[in-house]
């Protein structure tokens, strides 16, 4: 369904990522794991276009994205909730949503859809109201996903969802991962450097080291192998 | 007492044209963190335009209303495609700049659009027509507030509450809002930055447009210099305010009117600007983000 081929970008004149493919089926869940500055990130920005691709191509249901404008790559259904949850801190809960839902113009649709995302995280729907930078962290991570689902991705890009936030917090969105890619058929690209619970949920997984993929396989055999398990599970 | 509310009214008129002119500056602030000092010319533009139109429609034998609709319509017209155009020629490439380098670009656009209106118009100052005739029923306050303030402070009210309408509610304006606050993030929800940017230029410039046509008909006269003191003026307001901060412009604005009006009304109008500055100069000192601005540890 997307199909990374060997891209390369960066910021100013480093490369932050220089050789990357990734292929996501449909209804996949695959995971991305990898240190800090591995360029996780970065692949997942220029997936979405808000950084440049300087070199491959990324294919998206067989048509090149890597030069179209970041708008027009939501407008296909990519859709990326961003590490560090970004969410507008002015807006209330409500705005937010709405501005997940920004190129849609299906009115009614919408309604429904904030309905549907009310119901997975009930607490949003009691902050309706309150502006968005007060939430709890916790709350902030549903309600950046909340608002990435206003879109009706195809594609869900999630940028270490469970970063800063408690245990039991982390588990209940990862259960939401899983429910979102199971109910709508929502493909799910996942970041993640909490590997151990990211393998556990994905389909497959890879592995990336200093801008480049060094490992790839399905998440159990990732799970079960050695030098993963003392690089990143800490087993 | 009737000094007083004399003094009141007209400080409120001078808030009001601080006020259209200033939330340009704080709505292009709030998006992009540049101060434009090309808005005040843009204001300038605006009165120029309101000049030309109406006097060529006087000549014609025009009614007084259908002049001022047209040429109102006119210098908000010309003036946004002056903002937008700016915004592309001189702000756009600097996008990724260091912030300095489209400050030096926006002072560089002033001087430039001051010129060119010397160059293209004249350096004297020219007779605006009088397009707000005293109405009739204002005759027995006529003392207190004439009718061209009447007609500034009401159209002022009504313009902010179509402004903030649309910025509270519209779909434009909840994007403005959402792009002030995290521009890597709207981008990720689709929102076109740059359409926002062009959009943020059009507003704020069709508000200065709305000013200079107001300011020009109450002073009775233009020329090229006029944008220079409004701009700087417009521009304390905004800071006294809160850059930024769309209500806090209005009030800095009101704040800003008002202490003049006194000033020169109970001292004398040698010290108008003096009181304006020594309060901007206080409020920086006391309260640096200013009045409803946000506290933020941003270099300039």
């Known amino acids: 369904m997307l199909s990374v081929e060997n891209i390369q970008s960066g910021y100013g004149n480093k490369l932050a990522i220089k050789d990357v493919s990734v292929e996501i089926g449909r209804g996949e869940i695959i995971t991305l794991i990898g240190a800090n500055g591995a360029g996780k990130s970065t692949t ?75 119901s997975l995280f009930p607490i949003l729907a009691e902050r309706r109201n309150q502006d968005g930078g007060n939430l709890s962290g916790g709350e902030q991570q549903m309600l950046a996903m909340s608002r990435a689902l206003m879109a009706r ?70 799970l079960d192998n050695k030098d993963i398990q003392k690089a990143y599970l800490g087993i | 007492m009737d000094y007083f509310i004399e003094l009141l009214f007209s400080g409120l008129t001078r808030g009001s044209i601080y006020a259209l002119i200033a939330l340009g500056y704080t709505m292009v602030y709030g998006i992009i963190g540049l101060i434009n000092f090309a808005h005040g010319e843009i204001y300038m533009i605006g009165a120029f335009t309101a000049f030309i139109v109406a006097t060529v429609l006087s000549i014609y034998g025009f009614p007084l209303l259908a002049i001022v609709i047209i040429a109102g319509v006119a210098a908000v017209v010309w003036a946004a ?45 020219l007779p605006f027509p009088r397009l707000i005739r005293d109405f ?129 009304g109970y001292v004398s109008s040698d010290y108008e600007d003096v009181f304006a500055f020594s309060l901007l100069v206080l409020i920086l000192i006391f309260k640096p983000s200013g009045l409803l601005g946000k506290a933020t540890n941003q270099k300039v």
Do not use: W
């Open chain 1, 44 to 118: 997942l920005m220029t997936i979405c276009g808000v950084v440049p691709c300087r070199a491959g191509r990324i294919l998206f249901e067989g048509r090149e994205i890597q030069a179209l404008p970041p708008e027009e790559i939501v407008r296909l259904g990519i859709c990326q909730v961003p590490e560090g949850r970004h969410i507008f801190p002015q807006l209330t809960v409500k705005e937010n949503l709405d501005m997940g839902a920004f190129l849609r113009r299906d009115k009614a649709e919408v309604k429904k859809d904030i309905d549907y995302v009310f």
């Open chain 1, 153 to 222: 991705p195809r594609v869900l890009l999630l940028d270490e969802p469970s970063m800063g936030l408690a245990p039991l917090v982390i588990r209940q969105i990862f259960e939401i991962i899983r429910q979102i890619n199971r109910e709508n058929n929502t493909t799910i690209f996942l970041v993640e450097q909490n590997a151990n619970q990211a393998l556990h949920i994905a389909d497959r997984g890879y592995v990336m080291e200093n801008g480049r993929i060094t490992l790839t396989g399905k998440a159990q055999e990732l």
């Open chain 2, 81 to 125: 495609s002056y903002g937008y155009t700016i915004e592309k020629i001189a702000y756009k490439p600097l996008r990724h700049a260091p912030r300095l380098s489209p400050l030096i670009s926006a002072i560089g656009m002033s001087i430039f659009l001051q010129n060119y209106v010397l160059l293209a118009q004249t350096s004297d100052f």
């Open chain 2, 136 to 264: 009739p029923f204002m005759e027995p306050i006529a003392h207190i507030i004439g009718s061209t303030d009447l007609v500034i402070l009401v159209t002022t009210v009504v313009v902010m509450v179509i402004l903030t309408l649309i910025i509270k509610f519209s779909m434009i304006g909840k994007a403005m809002r959402a792009t002030s606050q995290d521009r890597t993030m709207a981008t990720l929800v689709g929102i076109n930055v740059n359409r926002v940017i062009s959009m943020t230029f059009i507003i704020g410039s069709s508000l200065a447009a709305i000013g200079g046509l107001l300011i020009a008909s109450h002073i009775g006269q233009i020329n090229f210099y006029i944008g220079f003191l409004a701009g700087i003026k417009a521009f304390t307001a905004a800071v006294l305010g809160g850059i930024g901060s769309v209500p806090g412009a209005v009030l800095g604005s009101m704040i800003l009117g008002l202490t003049e009006s006194f000033a020169t």
